[in-house]
């Protein structure tokens, strides 16, 4: 549809010419070009040539000086509005060269626009920006204060499809106002989306416009035009960052996280080195692979047989973990580089955090020369637990489970876990990025992709090198495995922290919420959540469909239950219809509440909750549902706990099989209970309410994302 | 100032005529009368009046239909703006009369109001509603979609003062409007809370105004007009709730929560009874005081004595527990008045939230007959730990402490008990409010405020019966103590699923959350955050001023510390003085990076962090620490959790209060950790960077709210 070579003619004409910006008729062929929309318009060279065109547009219409050398038009006397017939359009002509000649004598004027005046509809703003790590963005706002005083616009990555258009229109705080407000009409949703695909596919043609305003474009029922447009032009282009190609990554990341061999750069015998350590978790790890301790004195490391150099080694070595300071590194790399070992995992600190960029940016060369893959530097190293490798100086993790995760920084690191190895959540991978010299986000997730072994992947990033890689990666694996980010650095005071930190430069947040959400990434609001999201998002099942019901013993729950379904964007199925309130009521006291929340009354023995549970379970019409546990004497906790997991198993073996999640309030025996019941794939949480309906709003996010719902 | 006498008159002249609206030109003079600045304006019963009186005001005007018969004068025609000469005028009114005898032949005609038409500004809106709970409710927002579409107005209870006018001018989201936008000038602040507080007096001086609105209020550089008012009456008032003196009620509330003798109507010797539960937690509990099981056939209860009635007992008797059915309560409590006891503690379920309204109605008036109070129906008790009571058929519950937390739900009110013991939180009471049939928030909170083994109240409310009294009494408890509240049913749905559980019905949140930080009150997000607050508050110090300092063994921590910290209203010391800078980098590697955070590095020995931390302490531009721990050999956990807490205590030897709260990352070892750090005065949590911020960020919330900082 858009014609590109028209476009290529008018850029390379400008660029010749030596200007980065554009004038209005320019501007106008460009948005032609690509079919956004803009008013008629024309450019006239005499009073009499204005008469004409402007009548032949129809009245009103407004009149603008036409001059590379003015820029500031309305300052320059150069733009004149309203004019309304004829003759007040020669008029307008004459007074607008005047002006022009009076504010720059030696200006090259090239005639004075006329431009059909745009009445009525509502003022949005559609623009595009090149941002550092996520390139070509489109953004949408409406116009005036909202834009300008409460920010409230949206970002997508370029080029964006009609449905990336349509999420934008319903993406802003204001979206109400495009449906009309106090009886007006709606805006022309498809018009406007068709700009705003017009606009992004225009910046992602031709990356040397880094950026464009159509500000206003007035949205009415019919149509939507832009009544003005600004591009600036930078023709000199950053070069494009290097990737690998996919393939080529998921090979090597494939080796380095299943190797057949590990080197230990600086393997030692002396206990408390990091050497030393790496070595230690490496056997007790209960790594099947086989271990090359480099050491330069030693024979022998840990009963292993010891190597001065990786080249000394026979065999293949895939991996080799680096525990040598820092001005060793780069020698003994170009060594794992001539030996063809597919990655280094640089443990070392001492590089880019503390300043020394050349010494890393020579790591990257000598990476890049040997085609040899970088994890770090100033990293914990990884685990990788279904080969029992923990390729690190940390304590050893061995708790095998679906979840992987990765961390920009080590105390992250740590914290997961701890975390992990404290709720006993299993993780089929934890990895250190530290520096990100090399391996950054992306390439785990293109190894995590098409690993078995890992069905959830969280990630705490404080910035992302190539937002742009991420995003389209995490676009397709999200479809198919959740991918759950933690991005630090959210506000401008954790930005300027996290930049004296590594020296990652945050971008704006709205954009990193707005693109992630784009990718399908469920986003953490805190640590704990995303390590709460880790661990409960992959043993829940898949729901079939939006409607959640609330069971609870305690009214109070309930309330707060619902609460929390609002809060995490969950749909509770309401009004109940009549025949399944019938059955609901059937086994509660007649006090208690059918409808939902379903309160059963705190007094019920098991049997209720095992009854209504079952009924939730059975059920097409119910998807997922959210059980409020009250301590009683009559119920106590492991006996509610054992009777729902019964109850869930026992439904299952039926093929009803759906999302279910507790909130347990009681005295402290219901944690035994939550851990049980967590145990057995129901996310349960001693005295909170929101904790386990955040889950449950984290698997429904990833669902829809995913096409699944 | 207000001449009240004008408004009454021409109020009861309203209402003399039947009517329950005013005419415009009323309108003007109930402003008139509070000090509200509106347009000039007259009426005018001639086009020749018209002329004269619009060419006093200067043009252009804008000329309205004045009839008690027709409310939508635009629809009849009968508005006419932008009127700019004296001949416009007089054809303005013929015309205006015209359309009104038109729209309505036998319309009471008044004349025609010609109106100083107010050019320029920003529209601004200044409101009144009347709230159930909370009375009158003075509301500010911006005009146009602002309001309308992103609801973006603010309350305040009327009267408002000065301070709660600005409060709301800076308390919409759009405050930056008024500051002046697009280089405009900013709005005349003084004259728009003028406006403010005269409405608020207004609708608080005359409850008969129900509705009062000032849209819009055109707001500039130099004034703050009126534009149009719209008031509407209803003369049908509610008789004022029921508030017992507030001396008496601390007397009453004296003697329930601290009895010299406790009564148990229904005490039984049968396991598994509610009667047998209470008996056994008041005599296992350790309550020194008398104890009178009430029992129609035994002899003892529990080795106890026991009597047929309350009346058979000699001595005096402060607190009544009920553990008896329903049906029996009403006699019992008969009973209980004619014995004047203070309080009854009516556990029993079965009337309001079961649609037995008539029968807690039938309480209520006993109660209030015999000047007994009652704590439900339909709870769990209470416990007061104190004086070793715990007059509730739960587990007891013993650690004392001196945070006094309540629950309207029964559910939540185990939660609480959970967590306390799990997270060795001492309290100084528990107490279930259920129904609330009578003892409310407010009677807590004033009991409260004067005990002084409570420094702290935590409340869960689903409802405020009487919001206003809630909130008079704690906007002064709140200047002495924190009081914090998890208002559950903020949404929609859970406000239903709160209706459906107690026959409460939720306001609008936005009032709540409005009302609740006028009165100083700390909002709890989540049941678990209002847990946390409630362990964390009491024990750290206030602060003395705003600044903050992040030290950090993690700089990853660091960076979410920080984020945290915009997130909880926490003000980071930025820029670093640079003596101070200094003075930390001499205790930190080359490589750290001092500034804010205070990056001290993981590799650092104990010592590290006991310097930087001491010297936080010491430096009085220094208000409050957050610490992030990174978990690692050199510097294990306990060490820094003990290196901590004596560094702490020696600084606070020296006078150096700070709160210091703590973010643990590492291995399971950090849990112990914590739990000392907490133990001892540093709120600390393991794997959590958000939790420790929160809990300082409600200090310092309440600090300033207090008016202490």
Redesign the interface.
Known sequence: MADKSKVRAILDKVKASGRDSLTAPEGKEICDAYGIAVPQEGVCSSAADASKLASSMGFPVVMKIVSPDILHKTEAGGVIVGVKSAEEAAAAYDKIIANAKNYKADANIVGVQVQQMIKGGLEVIVGAITDDSFGKLVAFGLGG??V???KDVTFRLAPATSEDAASMLDGI??A??LKG??GGDPVNREALQKIIVGVSQLVSDFPEISELDLNPVFASRDSAIAADVRIVLNFDQKPARFRPDEKDVVISMNRIMKPKAVAVIGASNEA?KIGNSVMKNLINGGYKGKIYPINPKDAEVMGVKAYKSVKDVEDEIDTAVFAVPAKFVASALKECGEKKIAGAILIPS?FG???NIEGQEELQRIGREYNIRLMGPNIYGFYYTPSNLCATF??AYDLKGSTALS??????G??I???S??AKMGVSAIVGLGNKSDIDEDDLLLFFEQDDNTKVIAQ?A?DLKDGRAFAEVAKRVSKKKPVIM?K???????A???A???GAVAGTDKIYDDVLRQSGVIRAK???QM?ELSRGVPILPTPKGENVV?I????????????????NGLK?L?PMPDDLDAAFRKFIP??G?A?N?V?IT?GEPPITYVNTVKLGLEDDRIHALIL?Y??T?VTPPMVFARNMVAIVNEMKALGKVKPVVAS????????EAAQYLYENGIPAY??????PVEVLGAKYQWARAAGLL
């Open positions: 204060v909202l300008e005083v409460l705080q204001a109400e106002m407000v106090r408390g001492g955090e503390t300043g940390c304590t961390s920009q920084s080590g105390g992250i740590m914290a876990i701890g975390f190895r404290s705490h404080e933690l630090a650095g959210r506000t401008s005071m954790g300027a922290a996290a004296s930190h590594t805190s640590l704990r390590l609330i609870t013993g305690a009214g109070g729950s309930g309330v707060l239950l619902s609460d929390a379904c609002v809060d509770l309401k007649p006090f509440a409808g929340p309160d705190g409020g009250w301590h004497i347990l309030a009681g005295d402290v025996e219901v944690e001693a005295y909170s309410t929101e904790l």
